[in-house]
């Protein structure tokens, strides 16, 4: 934690590698191979050989395997194509090269770009970074129109749990939690080292665990913090989900 809190004055927390890929998995409710796919890449056998995928997503330190509060988000984001969806490896790399050489978007899966997917009838030149990934993607994995409109939907439902700045980068993500549509958790690189935290009154989500596991009961806990019970058991949810 010391080394994260020196970086905090000098550089942009977001990119600052703090999360496994095993935690980063928990907090989005993935398979950690899946997500350990996506950001070191995988072998997979094609013509009697073995070839290799290239990662989807650049992790912010490959030789430790640690990624960043944007990995996380650009992770959150995929999610909403790869693993809903089963759009295969291939299909999401030849989109986003697409969108690359189009609009010179390096980090799709980061842009505010991607909330502009309505398709328009104009010239490949006119559309938007998104509404062109898309229908590449439909190109080369042959996604029927309603198939897209699913994707479309999809997608928009992850980019809302998605607070940006005035740039329009991310600067906190509200991950799922499970039958709750709430923004009850927060993920903030600002706030206790990028750990999720209950939205109100900021506490972490594990210190609520911990206090639960010691014996006390939820009524006490919601009591000492002036939290509702609905609250403490929304972060229980939460981390029984990414356990």
């Given amino acids: 934690m010391a080394r994260a809190a020196l970086a905090y004055q000098d550089d942009d927390p977001r990119e600052l590698p703090v999360y496994s890929v095993g935690e980063a998995a928990r907090y989005l409710n993935l398979p950690a191979s899946t997500l350990s796919s996506w950001v070191k890449g995988r072998d997979y056998v094609a013509g009697g050989g073995k070839r290799r ?90 996604i029927s ?3 897209q409109l699913v994707i479309r939907n999809a997608l928009t439902r992850h980019l809302e749990r998605i607070e940006r700045d005035e740039s329009g980068l991310p600067v906190r993500l509200f991950p799922f939690v499970s039958r709750y549509t709430g923004r009850d958790i927060l993920i903030d690189p600002r706030v206790s080292f990028g750990r999720p935290v209950l939205v109100k009154r900021g ?29 403490i058991q929304r972060a229980l949810d939460f981390y029984e989900q990414a356990a």
């Fill in 203 to 231: 506490i972490r989500v594990s210190t609520l665990v911990d206090r639960i596991e010691a014996g006390e009961t939820v009524e006490h806990i919601a009591s000492n913090y002036g939290l509702d019970q609905a609250d």
């Fill in 53 to 142: 995928w290239d990662p989807l997503i650049q992790i912010a330190d490959a030789a430790h395997s640690l990624l960043s509060f944007n990995n996380l988000v650009e992770a959150h984001v995929l999610k909403s194509i790869r693993a809903r969806h089963g759009v295969p490896m291939r299909g999401v790399h030849v989109a986003l090269e697409q969108a690359r050489r189009a609009h010179g978007i390096e980090r799709l899966f980061l842009s505010d770009e991607l909330r502009a997917v309505e398709h328009r009838p104009q010239d490949v030149g006119s559309k938007s970074a998104g509404a062109l990934f898309l229908e590449k993607l439909g190109e080369v994995e042959q």
């Fill in 145 to 147: 129109e309603g198939g």
